[in-house]
């Protein structure tokens, strides 16, 4: 017999809450932000930098790998502590 929830079964849902990412002319530019913009967002961050693009891509690889398979529906904030301070 079939029910309502097999279809669900192995099904993860996740979502990365990436924070402030590393700036560069292009994407300050982007985002309307001048460098002094930036500076103090940074210097406002707990860790004191920004993100570096790696470290957000590694929380996305573990995310899809079978290392974090009792992990599902969940927000995961990649942001240093940005969201908690």
């Known amino acids: 017999m079939t029910t309502d929830t097999d279809r669900f079964e192995g099904l993860r849902a996740f979502v990365s809450g990436g924070g402030i990412g590393r700036a560069t002319p292009v994407t300050l530019a982007q985002r309307g932000a ?3 913009v930036m500076a103090a967002r940074i ?21 899809c790998s079978g290392r974090s398979t009792f992990v599902t529906g969940a ?3 990649v942001d240093g502590g940005y969201t908690v301070r």
């Open 34 to 36: 001048s460098p002094e």
């Open 43 to 63: 210097a406002r961050h707990p860790i004191g930098r920004i993100a570096q693009p790696q470290e957000i891509a590694d929380t996305i690889v573990w995310l």
């Open 75 to 77: 927000i995961v904030p």
